[in-house]
T-cell receptor, first 112, second 121 residues
Framework: SQQGEEDPQALSIQEGENATMNCSYK?????LQWYRQNSGRGLVHLIL?????REKHSGRLRVTLDTSKKSSSLLITASRAADTASYFC????????????FGKGTKLSVKP | DARVTQTPRHKVTEMGQEVTMRCQPI?????VFWYRQTMMQGLELLAY????????DSGMPKDRFSAEMPDATLATLKIQPSEPRDSAVYFC???????????????????FGNGTRLTVT
């Protein structure tokens, strides 16, 4: 299976702290995407990083990509209770949207 | 605010019954995906359409599952007959695939609906 893995599976932090989630994958990718899922809802796209990029920022989100290690990390700075959700990385392996493989996610809990 | 709409949100049915799930993709999107989410397997791709044509349904059990796009505003996923192991949340997602080149589809995000939670007893 090409499915990547997120680490940790669950993370509990206090409001204001930073949250770091990691994602590893198995073969070469075109891009890697991070999604967020609130309980009972669909996934929401957060950020996409291409294989030739190393770092990308969006508001309080920072994503890094290390293609030599086949890994990516998502950093949420100054976390808020509203950031409580599951976060998924998804790897795109080919020249089509259909080649998008999701990991099993990291469940983040931010305590007020 | 454009969104993908899925109906029903919840469905409880008995084993052996037919289940139909519907999805209205975002207007103007030309790709539609069906995913199944369970605790054990995570998100699994069941079927993928581009311009209403099925491109990949290799993740779908063919004997009982079928996916169609009768028109550009409606995608359906049908299970007949349903089994308890089909219990899961089924998500539809849509996207825009402009084709090859610098704006290739693989650099476009997917937009998900809120899912249909299916329980088969």
């Amino acid at each position: 299976s090409q499915q990547g893995e997120e680490d940790p599976q669950a993370l509990s932090i206090q409001e204001g702290e930073n949250a770091t989630m990691n994602c590893s994958y198995k073969t070469s990718i075109n891009n890697l995407q991070w999604y967020r899922q609130n309980s009972g809802r669909g996934l929401v796209h957060l950020i996409l990083i291409r294989s030739n990029e190393r770092e990308k920022h969006s508001g309080r989100l920072r994503v890094t990509l290390d293609t030599s290690k086949k890994s990516s990390s998502l950093l949420i700075t100054a976390s808020r209770a509203a950031d409580t959700a599951s976060y998924f990385c998804a790897q795109n392996y080919g020249g089509s949207q259909g080649n998008l493989i999701f990991g099993k996610g990291t469940k983040l809990s931010v305590k007020p | 605010d454009a969104r993908v709409t899925q109906t029903p949100r919840h469905k409880v049915t008995e084993m052996g019954q037919e289940v139909t799930m519907r999805c209205q993709p975002i207007l103007g999107h030309n790709t539609v995906f069906w995913y199944r989410q369970t605790m054990m397997q995570g998100l699994e791709l069941l079927a993928y359409f581009r311009n209403r044509a099925p491109l990949d349904d290799s993740g779908m059990p063919k004997d009982r599952f079928s996916a169609e796009m009768p028109d550009a505003t409606l995608a359906t996923l049908k299970i007949q007959p349903s089994e308890p192991r089909d219990s899961a949340v089924y998500f539809c997602a849509s996207g825009l695939d402009p084709g090859q080149g610098p704006l290739s589809s693989y650099n476009s995000p997917l937009h998900f609906g809120n899912g249909t939670r299916l329980t088969v007893t």
